[in-house]
């Protein structure tokens, strides 16, 4: 408990410093432009999708590059809702904020869900096949969001046309834009940034929720998964549900995610949602190092604010070649990442004694070729 | 049925190229069971050498210039995926799986961001190597001839694709099956540390396939060029390079007629959902993998290990 509150005194200490620097406590300072704290809602949003990969792929062990799908449905979906069906503005600020978080975990839910369905295959798919096809549902995913228009004029022809508005105002290719704004909202003399601020209480809250996750004993289920599938089948774990539920949870973050990059961003295109969005989260997770939520922290916030960071110091265009080298440089010398099994205090086992988490991972050769 | 042969010729061209991509994929798999995220990039890198040398090969006419690029691209390629496997892979080769995997991402996003550098930004011999973020024409490398047959159209290009690949291929089973490097390959595969007790040098086999490989995805890549005519920029390798690598995972990943076949497939069915619906063409890839990865849980020739307890 000690630790758990040193913790929440230092993340509300990060906030005021950051609500101090963006010149929101009265003080005329601007050492952090608008444009800094979008990238740091940024960081917090990747912080909150990468936990979520590190549930699937760092703590159960099943290897999963479907992410920017998840994303993608709860970031549709969490816009469609709040522009198309439930119009935010309209409604005075305190409703909106509610009516956003409702929306939110309706989105991360319907994410959730899906996640779920894409779980069950991995009861059947091992290693690398299982990836391609959490690969091939992201994809799938991205594809579905562009044909919108054709769906919706298929909806209309069976009559449907209630159904077909919302799903044709999306946009497909065109992309998806106009929704709604947060303001900033004035207490006294000080300004609270609405946005940011929800995106920072929901990255702690996933911290902290992730955490009793991983060491309940739900999460250590998961590792002895990773650890061998047999083995804790025989010793009573049912790994078809513990699988199948991480699918879940990190399908949930990932629309979480998705749904907050909507309002950050302010516009859509499927093509924010490709597999190369899905392979960012897996360099995040990898070199922050796998089943290490302080790794997730770190280099999801580090990596997001690196080539910005590179581009205010005068990188501008090599700025996207320095980063690349930088992560080479990175799991060279660190091959299990950052912080690969280890964790920051506030985050580690909250009793001596359980196992230490270790890579696995068995090196069976293929017979092939 | 004109309609239906027709598409089924370009879909077998379109096939060639994603079957020699997926057998570059599927040996570097097969051999260290990475999956190669760079690999795309060395299709795309192959593109562009074929580009440069062919245009330089033009003056010597049509065959020199075509077989100057084959050779020239696929060299250098392949020596660029040994210098990659050297710095980026080998270090990593008894460490976790994922960092080697984290290293080839890095290394694809590397290739991509660097040669797509405008060379005004590059400081003076570098600016000669980087390739620019713009459309360049792919030069043509051969007389075009169209020729139809019963109201069914192809080209020279449609045949040579198609018997380059095939010769291609054929010569890397006699590679595989029928010499020292295919025996040492293959043993490396079953069992790196047995193989290495026979006395064989597995550093020196793995960056060989690395080369194969490589080079294969060069001469895909100058199949692209030829058929495409325009090399779109250094980030044109993605999306081929992930079709290759469905193609692979569908034959069944790690082996060599499973890419093949998987390579051909992907081409055909993309062809054909393509003339009924762009968005379609682009999904079909991916719902015909995930229907037969769920039939056959290990690729369409692969077989599924059972784990022994």
């Given at each position: 408990m000690r630790r758990g509150g040193t913790a929440l005194i230092g993340a509300g200490a990060l906030y005021g410093v950051i609500l101090f620097s963006h010149g929101d406590l009265g003080v005329d300072v601007h050492w952090i432009t608008d444009y800094y704290l979008q990238v740091l809602m940024l960081a917090g949003i990747n912080i909150i999708v990468t936990i979520g990969l590190n549930l699937i792929n760092g703590f159960t062990g099943q290897f999963s590059i479907g992410q920017a799908g998840f994303m993608a449905i709860g970031a549709y979906l969490t816009a469609m809702l709040a522009k198309?069906?439930?119009?935010?503005?309209?409604?005075?600020l305190a409703y909106q904020l509610s009516a956003f978080l409702a929306l939110l975990l309706i989105a991360g839910s319907a994410a959730g869900a899906v996640g779920y369905l894409i779980g069950l295959p991995s009861l059947r798919l091992k290693g690398d096949y299982l990836a391609i096809v959490t690969l091939a549902f992201g994809e799938v995913v991205r594809s579905v969001i562009r044909s919108s228009d054709e769906t919706a004029a298929t909806l209309r022809s069976w009559g449907l046309s209630g159904l077909a508005g919302p799903i044709e105002g999306i946009g497909g290719p065109r992309g998806f834009g106009g929704f709604p704004k947060f303001d900033s909202l004035a207490v006294g003399g000080w300004t609270i940034p609405i946005l940011f601020t929800l995106v920072f209480v929901l990255t702690a809250v996933t911290v902290v929720v992730a955490r009793n996750i991983v060491y309940s004993s739900y999460g250590r289920a998961c590792l002895s998964v990773r650890g061998n599938e047999i083995a804790a089948e025989v010793v009573g774990v049912d790994s078809t549900r513990v699988k199948v539920l991480a699918f879940a949870l990190s399908g949930f973050l990932a629309g979480v995610g998705g749904g907050l990059f909507a309002f950050v961003i302010r516009f859509l295109h499927?093509?924010?949602?490709?597999f190369l969005k899905s392979i960012d989260y897996l360099i995040f997770l990898y070199a922050g190092g796998i089943a290490s939520l302080s790794g997730s922290i770190i280099s999801a916030g580090s990596l997001t604010v690196l080539p910005e960071f590179l581009r205010v110091v005068g990188f501008e265009q090599w700025r996207l070649v320095v980063y690349p080298l930088l992560l080479i440089g990175l799991m060279l010398w660190w091959p299990s990442g950052l912080m690969g099994n280890r964790e920051f205090p506030f985050l580690a086992a909250p009793e001596k004694g359980l196992p230490e988490v270790t890579d696995v991972t068995d090196h069976k050769s293929q017979h092939v070729l | 049925m004109s309609v239906f042969v027709q598409q089924l010729i370009n879909g077998l061209q379109r096939g060639s190229i994603y079957a020699l991509i997926a057998l570059g994929f599927t040996m570097v798999y097969g051999i260290?069971?990475?999956?190669?995220?760079?690999h795309g990039d060395m299709f795309m890198f192959g593109a562009y050498v074929a580009a440069f040398a062919g245009g330089a090969f033009l003056a010597q006419g049509y065959w020199a210039a075509f077989f100057g690029a084959l050779l020239v691209s696929m060299v250098v390629t392949g020596l660029l995926g040994v210098l990659i496997e050297r710095v980026a892979y080998r270090p990593l080769r008894y460490e976790p799986r994922f960092s080697a995997l984290t290293t080839a991402m890095g290394v694809s996003l590397f290739l991509e961001n660097f040669f797509a550098l405008p060379s005004q930004a590059v400081p003076f011999p570098l600016n000669h190597v980087v390739f620019g973020p713009n459309y360049i024409r792919f030069p043509a490398l051969l007389e075009v001839r169209t020729y139809s047959a019963g109201g069914i159209y192809f080209t020279t290009l449609h045949i040579l694709d198609f018997v380059l690949a095939i010769l291609l291929m054929l010569l890397l089973v006699y590679v595989i099956h029928y010499t020292l490097l295919g025996k040492a390959m293959r043993a490396v595969a079953f069992s790196k540390d047995g193989a290495k007790l026979m006395g064989i040098n597995v550093d020196w086999t793995i960056a060989a396939t690395f080369a194969i490989g490589s080079g294969l995805g060069a001469a895909s890549g100058l199949m692209y060029g030829m058929t495409y005519g325009i090399l779109a920029s250094p980030y044109f390798g993605i999306f081929p390079g992930l079709q290759a690598f469905i193609a692979a995972v569908l034959g069944g990943i790690g082996i060599i007629p499973g890419a093949v076949l998987g390579g051909f497939l992907m081409g055909v069915s993309e062809t054909f959902a393509t003339s009924i619906n762009s968005n379609l063409g682009y999904m079909i890839s991916f719902l015909i993998l995930i229907v037969v990865l769920l039939v056959k849980p290990a690729g369409l020739l692969g077989r599924l290990r059972r784990d022994k307890v």
């Open positions: 198309l069906v439930i119009p935010l503005e309209t409604l005075p499927p093509d924010n949602f490709s | 260290i069971e990475l999956i190669n995220f760079a």
